[in-house]
């Protein structure tokens, strides 16, 4: 799904039978939704209209509303474009980000993100929801906002968020294969390895979209002005602390490390200079001089997984320990950590395992994505199509 290094994969089996420390604070995985029938979630979303529905997306291309009885088991197609989308390898490819304007509510507007093919690339889109119906979309309101092309079928990220400022932040990974192969990461000409920031309510020129004035390289010569940052390989997660306004971004690594970055306007995050915080020596290259790379503020290597998935910053009031800390997985190695920062460089105070491995063994947990219900409280998808809630762990 995110660019696992298969050639590792003894190094993760060791992983799941390695003991772990679990802190005063671990957790356990309740099953919810379990009566549902679904496939490859990625993400959770909450219409901003006051219904409180949860919309789930899956990777095969539908859209659901999940039912408020979370023992039931009907759900509601909101969207399907699995007849509009085009996959090679439905690994990666496929339907991979789903998020609600702001003012959903007054316009009815939403975006999705999935593969095409032939020419491969990822395609951003606009749709509106049924003026008559508020449990489906309209199927003739799509408008394509960005279609980036892609070398390969992997690193597609495609995370769609809207930041407290009202624009449209995109995570978009860098043209796939591995060691940064076409060498997109660290090129300002072109969106893949980079986040985006636009502006979906106003256009630029003739972009169906706006350009941000505040957006680091509006005015550089040779950079496209959509980039908010880049130097990143598969940004599997972008959330904002709401309490904060922070965005946190976990990126999957290759071979050794996996990380976590705090994002900031026209940082550059390495990759495929460096992957984590070391040198990145299967590419033969150096940073130009004076470039300024920003350091993952947390990272691990491949005895604790080999695919992050972030991830977010816990504000519910049901687990109180946890309260403040971004809680983020292995899809490889099913570990979910809790790491508390402190200060404003986000120094790292602690990072304590709230999930073990042998919590979930046999049906081992894969995560896909961390999302929030209704009240703020923790969901953890699982890539076998199983959505979970936290519990505390008794003794």
């Not at 040779?222 to 598969?234: D, H, Q, T, V």
């Not at 491949?302 to 320990?321: E, F, K």
């Amino acid at each position: 799904m995110k660019g696992i290094p298969f050639s590792l994969a003894a190094a993760w089996l060791a992983s799941l039978i390695a003991p772990a420390a679990v802190a005063d604070t671990a957790m356990v995985l309740k099953r919810e939704f379990a009566a549902c029938s679904l496939e490859r979630p990625i993400t959770v979303a909450i219409p901003p209209d006051g219904t409180q529905r949860l919309f789930l997306a899956q990777q095969t291309g539908k859209i659901v509303i999940l039912p408020a009885d979370r023992s039931a088991s009907q759900t509601k197609t909101f969207l399907d474009v699995s007849g509009l989308m085009a996959v090679e390898n439905d690994f990666e490819e496929g339907l991979v980000g789903f998020a609600f304007h702001p003012k959903y509510k007054e316009n009815g507007r939403f975006f999705t993100c999935y593969a095409q093919q032939n020419p491969k690339f990822c395609r951003l889109i606009e749709c509106r929801g049924d003026a008559e119906n508020p449990d489906a979309d309209d199927p003739a309101s799509e408008n394509i906002l960005v279609e980036i092309p892609r070398p390969f079928w992997n690193h597609n990220s495609g995370t769609l968020l809207f930041g407290p400022d009202g624009y449209l932040y995109f995570s978009v990974g860098d043209g796939g294969k591995r060691d940064d192969a076409a060498r997109l990461a660290q090129n300002l000409f072109v969106m893949n390895g980079k986040i985006l920031r636009l502006d979906v309510d106003h256009r630029t020129g003739r972009r169906a979209y706006g350009i941000p004035d505040e957006n680091p390289f509006v005015k550089t010569e040779g950079a496209l002005p959509e980039i908010w940052a880049y130097g990143l390989r598969n940004p599997w997660g972008l959330a904002f602390d709401p309490a904060t306004g922070t965005l946190w971004c976990a990126d999957v690594g290759q071979d050794q490390f996996e990380e976590i970055n705090i994002i900031t306007k026209g940082g550059n995050y390495g990759w495929s200079f460096r992957e984590g915080a070391h040198p990145f020596t299967l590419v033969a290259a150096t940073p130009p001089k004076g470039a300024k790379l920003i350091e993952p503020i947390h990272e691990y290597s491949r005895d604790q997984g080999i695919s992050i998935t972030g991830g977010l910053v816990y504000r519910g009031s049901a687990h109180p320990p946890l309260r403040g800390t971004y809680i983020y997985g292995d899809w490889g190695s099913g570990r979910v950590w809790a790491l508390e920062t402190e200060g404003p460089d986000h120094s790292v105070k602690a990072n304590t395992l709230i999930i073990a491995p042998e919590d979930t063994l046999p049906n081992l947990a894969k995560p896909t994505a961390f999302c929030e219900d209704a009240s703020q409280e923790l969901l953890v998808l699982d890539w076998s199509g199983r959505l979970f809630s936290l519990a505390p762990r008794t003794r």
